[in-house]
């Protein structure tokens, strides 16, 4: 499988896409640990969130695009099949988004390669130093580690001919990568979207947009101005996405407009 880094600035029209979100729960997930709310005792499932996580599957034969291996990443393999992982793009280095990389070892055992891992300079030199075990050349050889390749990316890039193109959005201070495919764009984690990079968003079509809660927060979008966002990008349809257990999912606080839903794990769509 070959993944090549461009410099050109347009994207390419993309083939048929089948985006599974993995997880759409925030950074404790839902429910949370040693909390007795509504939500967390809910036994609907769509209310039992993982961390965030997204696969995209293209072509013939089936090539796998991870979007983060969230701390929930094995749990998320096994209970959606996940048998091929080609490669993996980090919106930014935050434990509930990367802790689950050391599970991308059995994908290197079954498809005996290397496994390239995409994001900005900032992000991966982070994975680096957190997983330094894997980077550092002090561990054995053997199972012991997974086998990565750190592919360093700020403009449109390939992944097995497709064209993905990483945009950057704000998550408090931190630069986090959103990421468009075509008419498909995943934006997670953050709480303002930079006027260039709302025009990189122009077209959008399908949208999958952070919205952590009703009550505002100093990173991440509410449901509420995620809405705002969601109207201003005018995609024809918008998840939103991590949500924390102030959020049930059958019983939103506020309206949702024609074509916006909640996520849930496990949705799955073809673009």
């Known amino acids: 499988m070959g993944s090549q880094v461009a410099s050109a600035p347009l ?15 925030t950074s404790t997930g839902v429910p949370v640990v040693g909390c007795d709310c509504a939500v967390c005792g809910s036994e609907d499932p769509k209310n039992d969130r993982m961390r965030s996580g997204l696969r995209i599957a293209f072509g013939d034969p089936e090539r ?60 991966l030199a982070s994975v680096k130093k957190t997983f330094a075990y894997i980077f550092d050349g002090q561990a054995p050889e053997g199972g012991g580690k997974p086998r990565l390749r750190l592919r360093p990316v700020d403009a449109t890039f ?50 999958i947009l952070d919205a952590l809660r009703y009550r505002p927060h100093p990173t991440h979008f509410s449901v509420q101005q995620a809405i705002q966002v969601a109207s201003r990008i005018g995609a024809r349809r918008t998840v939103l996405t991590h949500l ?21 794990d496990g949705l799955s769509f073809d673009i």
Not at 73 to 93: E, G, K, N, P, S
Not at 183 to 189: G, L, M, R
């Open 11 to 25: 994207l390419r029209k993309a083939p048929p896409l089948r985006i599974t979100i993995l997880g759409c729960g």
């Open 158 to 207: 390939e992944v097995a001919g497709l064209s993905i193109e990483p945009i950057p959005v704000l998550h408090g201070s931190l630069e986090v990568f959103a990421y468009r495919v075509g008419t498909f764009a995943y934006v997670t984690d953050t709480h303002e979207i930079p006027e260039a990079s709302m025009a990189k968003l122009d077209g959008v079509e399908t949208l």
């Open 64 to 123: 796998v695009i991870l979007i983060d291996t969230s701390a929930d990443f094995r749990r998320q393999c096994l209970r959606f099949d996940i048998r091929r992982v080609d490669a993996v793009l980090f919106t930014h280095a935050h434990a509930d988004h990367i802790f689950g990389l050391d599970d991308l070892r059995p994908f290197n055992f079954r498809q005996k390669a290397d496994i390239d891992c995409f994001g900005s300079h900032q992000t």
């Open 244 to 264: 924390n257990h102030e959020v049930d999912y059958n019983a939103p606080e506020v309206e949702l407009p024609a074509g916006v839903e909640l996520a849930y």
